[in-house]
């Protein structure tokens, strides 16, 4: 089920609870990694190893359980291990690669002694006993292994973090081992980051923390900061403090966006607006549209509150029973029929995309089921909406008296040429004014076949023209 054409075509269906220039702008990222989403599954495996008997650190066990309290108050389910050996340390990989099946964000954070032999990046445990160098490989842990345990689970996006670059405590009995650790490839989807560049020795630190985990600390616990920028942020802190003795250093192939504290979610008022008593507002009719009409709005992702987009929802032509938003087209009632791309249909619903029924009254409910067809997919809907009460509400535009409107819809698709198929559920809230006669607001919700909410969305209106009446 984790291959990327399931991802796709949970992006195509997601996509759909989207009015129309907003589809385009997810049909267009269909083939990208899911973005950022505190409701993915997250993942990690701290350890710090510090009680060695030749060359023992002070800090890395510290650094260990802030970094473990840092990661799990960001939404990770952390294991951390301190001081443990060759046979824990194994144990508990294959115990994080097996999360990692799940999906989502994995993280592997490692502080210790850690050493390059012949090119390889060897994690010390703290009962190693290495007399000479062709036995580091049967008594220490190939920093190799939580690579290929990340890619056996292919999930979305992984983050490995090793401060490590420590001096080899067994330097004096090798010929070949080089300092610091050796550069590594990331595979696709990971990051991987060092305290150091590539054959430098890092420094442990004089405080509580090693040098480079304490500005690590500060710079991953700032609200809606990329991942790139975190590091970034690290590496210019650590170069300063360090006198330039220090240089932070990251292999990456990442595709997808990760943010490991986002920022609080837009503040949505709804009830409490400053004005006069709401008129009661029911049974609303079919809205009445003229070529030209215009919506212009905004959509936030509700997990980082950041604005992703604006665009503009233009009515451009009008039938007896149809109405072309751009590429789509739906029904009176706003319903997706198809949609056009350069003269040729590339989708279809039948009968419809459901999603406001009129007239719309408090207390009304309505049901039934579609069929999605497209080049690549169908997808088969089963749907439950409701109108649940009358709301008032303040977006960019104004404030509205609204109707609020309720549903979910469950899907089974099914990619044509693969073969593979998917589940979900979507979860859909709209606030329709009869003034706009549109949405003024609308939230939308996917909960992926693994029950993971891969997508938190809202849309609200930033203006309007109704045959040049704003």
Same mark, same amino acid.
């Given at each position: 089920?984790?291959?990327?054409?399931?991802?796709?075509?949970?992006?195509?269906? +997601?996509?759909?609870?989207?009015?129309?220039? +907003?589809?385009?702008?997810?049909?267009?990222?269909?083939?990208?990694?899911?973005?950022?989403?505190?409701?993915?599954?997250?993942?990690?495996?701290?350890?710090?190893?510090?009680?060695?008997?030749?060359?023992?650190?002070?800090?890395?066990?510290?650094?260990?359980?802030?970094?473990?309290?840092?990661?799990?108050?960001?939404?990770?389910?952390?294991t951390?291990?301190?001081? &443990?050996?060759?046979?824990?340390?194994?144990?508990?990989?294959?115990?994080?690669?097996?999360?990692?099946?799940?999906?989502?964000?994995?993280?592997?954070?490692?502080? %210790?002694? %850690?050493?390059?032999?012949?090119?390889?990046?060897?994690?010390?445990?703290?009962?190693?006993q290495?007399?000479?160098?062709?036995?580091?490989?049967?008594?220490?842990?190939?920093?190799?292994?939580?690579?290929?345990?990340?890619?056996?689970?292919?999930?979305?996006?992984?983050?490995?973090?090793?401060?490590?670059?420590?001096?080899?405590?067994? +330097?004096?009995?090798?010929?070949?081992?080089?300092?610091?650790?050796?550069?590594?490839?990331?595979?696709?989807?990971?990051?991987?980051?060092?305290?150091?560049?590539?054959g430098s020795?890092?420094?442990?630190?004089?405080?509580?923390?090693?040098?480079?985990?304490?500005?690590?600390?500060?710079?991953?616990?700032?609200?809606? &900061?990329?991942?790139?920028?975190?590091?970034?942020?690290?590496?210019?802190?650590?170069?300063?403090?360090?006198?330039?003795?220090?240089?932070?250093?990251?292999?990456?192939?990442?595709?997808?966006?990760?943010?490991?504290?986002?920022?609080?979610?837009?503040?949505?008022?709804?009830?409490?607006?400053?004005?006069?008593?709401?008129?009661?507002?029911?049974?609303i009719?079919?809205?009445?549209?003229?070529?030209?009409?215009?919506?212009?709005?905004?959509?936030?992702?509700?997990?980082? %509150?950041?604005?992703?987009?604006?665009?503009?929802r233009?009515? =451009?032509?009008?039938?007896?029973?149809?109405?072309?938003?751009g590429?789509?087209?739906?029904?009176?009632s706003?319903?997706?029929?198809?949609?056009?791309?350069?003269?040729? &249909?590339v989708?279809?619903?039948?009968?419809?995309?459901?999603?406001?029924?009129?007239?719309?009254? =408090?207390?009304?409910?309505?049901?039934?089921?579609?069929?999605?067809?497209?080049?690549?997919?169908?997808?088969?809907?089963?749907?439950?909406?409701?109108?649940?009460?009358?709301?008032?509400v &303040?977006?960019?535009?104004?404030?509205?008296?609204?109707?609020?409107?309720?549903?979910?819809?469950?899907?089974?698709?099914?990619?044509?040429?693969?073969?593979?198929?998917?589940?979900?559920?979507?979860?859909?809230?709209?606030?329709?004014?009869?003034?706009?006669?549109?949405?003024?607001?609308?939230?939308?919700?996917?909960?992926?076949?693994?029950?993971?909410?891969?997508?938190?969305?809202?849309?609200?209106?930033?203006?309007?023209?109704?045959? %040049?009446?704003?």
């Amino acid at each position: 089920m984790a291959t990327r054409q399931i991802k796709i075509l949970m992006v195509l269906c +997601a996509m759909l609870a989207l009015p129309a220039m +907003a589809q385009d702008r997810a049909q267009k990222g269909a083939s990208r990694p899911a973005a950022v989403a505190t409701g993915e599954q997250r993942v990690a495996l701290v350890i710090g190893n510090s009680q060695y008997k030749d060359s023992p650190l002070p800090n890395p066990v510290n650094d260990a359980r802030a970094i473990a309290k840092s990661l799990s108050e960001s939404g990770f389910k952390v294991t951390k291990k301190e001081n &443990i050996g060759q046979k824990e340390m194994q144990l508990a990989m294959r115990e994080f690669g097996d999360a990692l099946k799940g999906g989502g964000v994995g993280l592997f954070y490692y502080a %210790g002694h %850690g050493m390059q032999v012949k090119g390889r990046n060897f994690l010390i445990p703290v009962d190693a006993q290495i007399q000479r160098e062709d036995e580091v490989a049967y008594n220490s842990v190939d920093a190799g292994q939580v690579l290929d345990k990340m890619e056996a689970a292919n999930n979305r996006l992984n983050i490995v973090i090793l401060d490590a670059c420590r001096n080899n405590p067994f +330097a004096r009995s090798f010929r070949s081992g080089g300092a610091g650790l050796a550069q590594m490839d990331a595979p696709v989807g990971t990051l991987i980051a060092f305290a150091t560049a590539p054959g430098s020795v890092a420094s442990d630190g004089e405080g509580q923390n090693g040098l480079y985990t304490q500005h690590l600390l500060q710079s991953m616990q700032k609200p809606g &900061i990329k991942i790139e920028d975190v590091f970034k942020n690290v590496r210019a802190s650590v170069r300063k403090d360090s006198g330039g003795k220090q240089i932070p250093w990251e292999s990456t192939s990442l595709e997808g966006d990760f943010i490991f504290v986002p920022q609080p979610p837009a503040q949505v008022a709804m009830v409490s607006a400053p004005r006069s008593p709401a008129a009661k507002i029911d049974n609303i009719p079919m809205p009445q549209l003229k070529v030209g009409d215009a919506w212009n709005y905004q959509l936030i992702d509700m997990l980082s %509150g950041s604005v992703t987009e604006k665009f503009t929802r233009r009515l =451009t032509d009008v039938t007896a029973d149809e109405l072309r938003f751009g590429g789509y087209i739906t029904d009176k009632s706003l319903n997706v029929l198809r949609r056009v791309r350069d003269g040729k &249909i590339v989708q279809t619903w039948s009968p419809r995309r459901v999603t406001l029924e009129f007239p719309l009254q =408090t207390g009304k409910t309505w049901s039934g089921t579609a069929v999605l067809d497209t080049n690549r997919l169908t997808s088969e809907h089963a749907f439950t909406f409701k109108v649940v009460r009358q709301e008032q509400v &303040i977006v960019p535009a104004g404030v509205f008296d609204t109707l609020r409107v309720e549903g979910t819809t469950k899907y089974k698709s099914k990619l044509k040429k693969e073969g593979t198929s998917g589940e979900g559920i979507n979860t859909f809230r709209y606030w329709y004014s009869p003034v706009v006669e549109n949405n003024v607001a609308l939230e939308f919700e996917e909960t992926n076949w693994k029950g993971v909410i891969s997508r938190k969305e809202r849309l609200e209106l930033l203006s309007f023209n109704r045959d %040049g009446k704003k």
